[in-house]
């Protein structure tokens, strides 16, 4: 098992090198990270910079951060620059976004997001704090987080902040199977069903939908032995999969293309769902995809052959031969298409 330690066991290690044996901050930095180290101990949450009182100043400057944040009569401007210093702070490295989230950054945030309410001009950059602070310790999300999740994604807002919202959520999903499946228990995929659904929907929402919906089919969290993959995908699949393919036929730019690809791949789990794929024209739509990026790498060798190879595993490998499909797969560019 791993062992971990505080960052205040670590800073009174250093604190005794220096004050005991004399040590140049510089060295006892160094020694401190060696002994425990050496003890098999994982420092990856723990700050490591030589400068004076250094925990004590990231510390205070959280502080004061904070404090910025948690004032309701604080100028826009001000607060927009508070947000923006407290994102830096959390981009560093997973150890200050440990210290920020023990200090109360993550309630404090929902508080701000709750009393910002449709000001996106505040809105959008604590979303973007969120998303820091939460990639890599995704533990922090909560029912009150999910509820403001699922509050922004049905609220009339611009493609913008949705964007932030599905990319908060699908940090939120990565190695972490419980806040998947509370996403899922608390409508999600309805929402992101009728997100994709709007007349007016742009390419940068589809591709984050698409992004989180992956996210919310993977099995990466090794703390459970049994998750809900296939459920999630079954569930997306019965809700959006014609949606998608739709949407294949509205979104010709080669990024949204690969995400939609991509995404369908993901969610062709059963036999109904790709011989629903093949019913509404998505085989002969994948061929013209082939057909028109010949030589494009990002359909071919990732989206398209995801979903080629998971077409055939569920029983329609022979779709591609019967519709006179099969000289494309031996073009330049999808050579590997058929996995030889």
């Known amino acids: 098992m791993v062992r971990v330690i ?14 005991d044996f004399d040590m140049s901050p510089e060295e006892a930095l160094q020694d401190a990270v060696q002994q425990f180290e050496a003890q098999g101990v994982d420092l990856d949450n723990i700050i490591k910079e030589v400068m004076n009182k250094v925990t004590e100043s990231v510390s205070q400057k959280l502080s004061s951060l904070l404090e910025s944040i948690n004032n309701p009569c604080l100028e826009e401007d001000r607060l927009t620059q508070a947000l923006n210093d407290l994102q830096l702070e959390c981009d560093k ?11 109360g950054c993550y309630g404090a945030l929902l ?12 809105t959008e950059p604590v979303l973007g704090v ?5 990639t890599g310790q995704p533990d922090l999300l909560d029912e009150r987080g999910i509820g403001q999740m699922m509050r922004l994604l049905g609220a009339k807002q611009g493609a913008g902040l949705q964007v932030k919202v599905l990319g908060w959520a ?3 999903c990565f190695k972490h199977e419980k806040n998947r499946q509370n996403l899922v228990k608390h409508g999600v995929v309805a929402r992101l069903k009728v997100l994709l659904e709007h007349d007016d929907v742009l390419s940068p929402v589809v591709r984050s939908v698409c992004a989180l919906m992956r996210a919310l089919v993977l099995d990466d969290d090794i703390r459970v032995v049994f998750g809900l993959a296939h459920e999630h995908a079954r569930k997306l699949a019965e809700e959006t999969l014609v949606t998608l393919i739709n949407l294949t036929k509205k979104f010709k730019d080669k990024e949204t293309m690969s995400e939609l690809l991509m995404t369908l791949s993901a969610l062709m789990v059963r036999s109904e769902f790709c011989q629903r794929f093949q019913e509404v024209g998505g085989l002969k739509f994948l061929m013209d995809v082939l057909a028109e990026f010949p030589e494009s790498e990002e359909h071919g060798d990732t989206g398209a052959r995801e979903l080629h190879g ?10 591609m031969g019967t519709q006179g ?4 797969m031996g073009t330049k560019g999808h050579e590997n298409f058929m996995g030889t």
């Open 6 to 19: 505080t960052q205040e066991t670590f800073d009174d290690v250093v604190k005794e090198n220096i004050e």
């Open 130 to 134: 969120l998303t820091s602070l939460m």
């Open 170 to 172: 699908r940090e939120c």
């Open 310 to 319: 998971n077409m055939g595993i569920q029983g329609h490998e022979n779709f």
């Open 93 to 103: 490295d997973l150890a200050h976004k440990m210290l920020a989230g023990k200090k």
């Open 325 to 328: 499909h099969e000289n494309i």
């Open 111 to 122: 508080d701000l997001l709750e009393r910002s309410d449709t000001n996106i001009h505040i």
